[in-house]
């Protein structure tokens, strides 16, 4: 049996505000370095209503000098028990 971790958005969303915010950077920064045409998706993220795709969640962690793993916050007392 095997325990997979789950991602906590809403954790994962604040955390992402938070480093925006430590690396001086705004929603509207980080819209322009997307190129999104609204500020939309940035919003979703940092509620915790969607995640960045693994491409932007590659820009984001550059855009922010963090790691990947410095962004995503995982639920460990909220695992997926996988048979192996």
Do not use: H
């Amino acid at each position: 049996m095997c325990k997979m971790p789950i991602i906590d958005m809403t954790r994962t969303g604040q955390n992402i505000m938070v480093l925006r915010k430590k690396a001086g950077l705004s929603v509207k920064d980080l819209q322009s370095a997307f190129g999104f045409g609204t500020p939309q998706a940035i919003y979703k993220w940092q509620q915790g209503l969607a995640l960045p795709t693994i491409d932007n969640l590659v820009a984001l962690a550059a855009l922010l000098g963090v790691t990947i793993n410095e962004i995503i916050v995982t639920d460990e007392n909220n695992q997926i028990k996988i048979s192996a």
